[in-house]
């Protein structure tokens, strides 16, 4: 029980808000890869993502306290903030403009109800693989168009030449089944 | 929350998915970020959700593994950072973990440093051949330019040697038709001379000319002249030495007398050496002029005299 309390990374997150480094090393060894992963994904340069994963974690020891659990996962956290700074850095070296992203945390957050996060990660993964392998292609595009590529619903449809209804229809649909795979 | 909202909040979740997308643009985005600043507990949930679910995405990616380098470098970021902005109390319970975080983020630092120590000199050396050349180029341009520079001074010495030589010559061109125009001038002053003096040597060769000497009288004792005169022709040339110049206003006038009466006979001055020269000019004829004097009057000449009698002779 105590090294799962240990490996707790919001008990992780709590610590580095007191400067343990310890607890900070822990966390960047349970995270940097997925950081890693999705950031070379973004920028498909590995010395950006490896620019950006040291700058993602350094905000996580700079900012740690700005986690807040009743918003989500510290794994929604750190993907959203990865994802913002990408979104941030391909802007800044592509004259092509960008649909304006979600920002880290929308204006005036009070109260709401905790969202769980995802139960056991290993599981969740491989039932999460299991599960978008199963994703209609069509859902599948439009959502990484958007989530991995940075393109805005009226870009993601003149590329696929579709209606706009139906980039918004696939989705919605897609996120549906997503949000299927949260822990009830 | 109000009614409006109520009926149509469906259509809000809707737009909550494609927003915690970051997909959603223009008009609907502005509309959707207006609702959420207003104030939407149940929108911002969802997309709380939402958000968490998006992060099987990357989840479900082929994880790669990132360089032990990058940890080592945040490692040895925040253990600086912890040094200066950590309160001393902490450091005695963490003080064997700070020891192996530093000997780790050192290593990674210390093959992060040579690594860019070698690009260092790489660049250093690259930047020493560009400097080289750059000082070669610009070392072969200040000797042009030099070369450049001598041959404009010797151009410019050139243009002011003949310049100095065309004002020299200008000079002389011009000192040469001054002594031209004098000598010009001395040539028609002699050859006036000349023709009075031939006009007098005509009149002295003649067999019927007189000489009449003229003698010098109280205002100027020492002076005297002598009249070549010939009654034939009315005609006759006075020459006189002795008589002091008079001022510019007054001349000395020749009379010729007709036994009494006094006839203008000409205006002379003399020179510094006192000596003077009139060629009578035509008189009146069929009279016998048998005396002469000299007086001297006024600029110009009158028609009696009114002056001294400077000079007086006889037939």
Request: charged share 25%.
């Amino acid at each position: 029980m105590a090294a799962n309390l240990l490996d707790n990374p919001i008990a992780l997150l709590q610590q580095i808000v007191s400067g343990d480094g310890e607890a900070f090393s822990r966390f960047y060894d349970r995270y940097a890869s997925l950081v890693f992963t999705f950031a070379l994904r973004l920028l498909g340069s590995r010395a950006d993502a490896e620019d950006l994963l040291q700058e993602v974690f350094l905000r996580v020891w700079r900012q740690a306290q700005s986690y807040n659990p009743e918003r989500g996962s510290p794994e929604a956290w750190l993907i959203t903030m990865t994802r913002s700074r990408a979104i941030d850095r391909v802007r800044s070296i592509r004259s092509r403009d960008l649909s304006p992203l979600s920002p880290d945390e929308p204006a005036r957050l009070e109260g709401g109800t905790q969202v769980a996060p995802p139960t056991q990660a290993l599981e969740a993964k491989l039932t999460v693989q299991g599960a978008l392998t199963k994703l209609p292609e069509a859902q599948r595009t439009v959502l990484e168009l958007a989530y991995f590529d940075g393109l805005t619903q009226s870009e993601i449809a003149a590329r696929l030449r579709e209606p706009l209804g139906t980039v918004k229809t696939r989705m919605r649909t897609g996120l549906e089944r997503l949000r299927g795979f949260l822990g009830a | 929350m109000n009614h409006q909202v109520n009926m149509n909040h469906q259509d809000w979740l809707a737009q909550a998915d494609i927003y915690a997308l970051g997909a959603l643009d223009g008009d609907e985005l502005i509309a959707f970020e207006a609702h959420l600043a207003a104030g939407c507990p149940e929108c911002e949930q969802h997309l709380y959700k939402t958000r968490e679910a998006l992060t099987f995405l990357p989840q479900a990616l082929e994880p790669v593994t990132p360089p032990p380098t990058v940890k080592a470098r945040l490692l040895a970021q925040i253990t600086a950072e912890a040094a200066i902005q950590q309160p001393v109390t902490r450091l005695p319970r963490r003080w064997w973990w700070w020891i192996g975080v530093s000997a780790l983020a050192a290593a990674g630092l210390l093959v992060a440093l040579s690594f860019k120590l070698y690009q260092t000199q790489q660049e250093v050396q690259r930047l020493q051949r560009l400097v080289a050349s750059q000082q070669t180029t610009i070392t072969e341009r200040e000797e042009a330019l030099q070369a450049e520079r001598h041959e404009l001074q010797r151009a410019t010495e050139m243009v002011a040697t003949l310049r100095a030589e065309l004002a020299k010559r200008e000079a002389t061109l011009e000192a040469e038709q001054r002594e031209r125009e004098r000598v010009e001038r001395v040539v028609a002053t002699l050859q006036g001379e000349l023709g009075e003096r031939d006009a007098a040597l005509r009149l002295l060769s003649a067999p019927q000319v007189n000489l009449v000497r003229l003698a010098g009288l109280s205002p100027s004792p020492r002076a005297n002249a002598h009249l070549l005169w010939n009654p034939a022709a009315q005609a006759g040339v006075l020459l006189t030495s002795g008589l002091p110049q008079v001022p510019r206003d007054r001349v000395y006038e020749l009379w010729a007398f007709v036994g009494k009466e006094p006839v203008p006979a000409g205006i002379f001055q003399v020179d510094e050496a006192g000596h003077g020269f009139l060629r009578l000019p035509p008189l009146p004829r069929a009279k016998r002029y048998d005396r002469f004097a000299v007086t001297s009057e006024p600029a110009g000449g009158v028609p009696k005299p009114t002056g001294p009698v400077h000079l007086l002779g006889s037939l």
